[in-house]
C-alpha cells in the first residue's frame, strides 16, 4: 500500500505570495490533517478534515485554510506569506476521525523570503 | 489551554546506556500516542496507549501510561545508534478532538 504524498516537496515564496500544498492520504483513508513544524514550535496542528469537512482547528490565522475532495486527498493553502511561515508542513491520513494511527507524509518544506 | 509538556528536550547517551523521555498534560487525556521521526524524516506511529496504568512493550522499548491519564513515559533500555532522533507524544482529548504533540525529546547515541 502506498504511503502519504505531498507535493510540492520543496518550495520558496517571497512575502506577500500565497502557496498551496497537496496531500494524497493512504488509500482507505478518510481522514487528513495539517501540522506545521519549526524548530522553535514543535507540531502544531492546523487542521483536520474528515468526509470533505473541516472537523477541527488549531490556532492559526485565518490566512491558513484548506479543503478536502471527494476522493480524500487534501490541499491546503496559506495567503500572504509571512517570513515566520516558513517550516515543514506535513500531513497526516488515518483512517477515521478522532484518535486513529496518523500516517505522516514526508512533508513540503516552504521557505519564505 | 490544553498543552502537553514533554522532557527532557535533549539527550545525548553512549551506546548501551538506557534512556527515557516524559510527557505531562494539563488535562486527562483520552489516549496518547509516541511518534520516532529520524532526522531528515518524519513522524512514524510507534504506539498508543488507551487504558489506565497501561504498559506497552516493543523489544527494548517500554511506553507506560499514568494511573490519572494525564503522564506517559516512553524507556529505551540499553540504546543502539538506531535510536537516534526526536520522540514525540501526541495526547488526545475528547474534549477538543484534537492531538496535542509535546515537543519533542531528541535523543542521540554515542557509539
Known amino acids: 500500500k502506498a504511503g502519504v504524498t505531498q507535493t510540492p516537496r520543496y518550495l520558496i515564496k517571497t512575502r506577500g505570495q500565497q502557496v498551496t500544498l497537496s496531500c494524497s492520504p493512504i488509500?482507505?483513508?478518510?481522514?487528513v490533517s495539517w501540522y506545521q513544524q519549526t524548530p522553535g514550535q514543535g507540531l502544531q496542528f492546523l487542521f483536520e478534515?474528515?468526509?470533505?469537512?473541516?472537523?477541527n482547528k488549531g490556532n492559526f490565522p485565518g490566512r491558513f485554510s484548506g479543503r478536502q475532495f471527494s476522493n480524500s486527498r487534501s490541499e491546503m493553502n496559506v495567503s500572504t506569506l509571512e517570513l515566520g511561515d516558513s517550516a515543514l508542513y506535513l500531513c497526516?491520513?488515518?483512517?477515521?476521525?478522532?484518535?486513529?494511527?496518523?500516517?505522516f507524509g514526508p512533508g513540503t518544506r516552504l521557505t519564505v523570503t | 489551554g490544553q498543552q502537553v509538556m514533554q522532557i527532557p528536550q535533549y539527550q545525548h547517551v553512549q551506546e548501551g546506556e538506557d534512556f527515557t523521555t516524559y510527557c505531562n498534560s494539563s488535562?486527562?487525556?483520552?489516549?496518547i500516542q509516541w511518534y520516532k521521526q529520524r532526522p531528515g524524516g518524519h513522524p512514524v506511529f510507534l504506539i498508543q496507549?488507551?487504558?489506565?496504568?497501561e504498559v506497552k512493550k516493543q523489544k527494548r522499548l517500554t511506553f507506560q501510561f499514568g494511573e490519572a491519564k494525564k503522564n506517559s513515559s516512553l524507556h529505551i533500555t540499553a540504546t543502539q545508534t538506531t535510536d537516534v532522533g526526536t520522540y514525540f507524544c501526541?495526547?488526545?482529548?475528547?474534549?477538543?478532538?484534537?492531538?496535542?504533540f509535546g515537543s519533542g525529546t531528541k535523543l542521540n547515541v554515542k557509539p
Open positions: 488509500s482507505g483513508h478518510r481522514s
Open positions: 478534515y474528515f468526509s470533505e469537512t473541516q472537523r
Open positions: 488535562t486527562t487525556l483520552s489516549n
Open positions: 497526516a491520513s488515518s483512517l477515521g476521525q478522532g484518535a486513529y494511527e496518523q500516517y
Open positions: 496507549l488507551v487504558k489506565s496504568g
Open positions: 501526541a495526547g488526545y482529548t475528547d474534549n477538543f478532538n484534537k492531538f496535542y
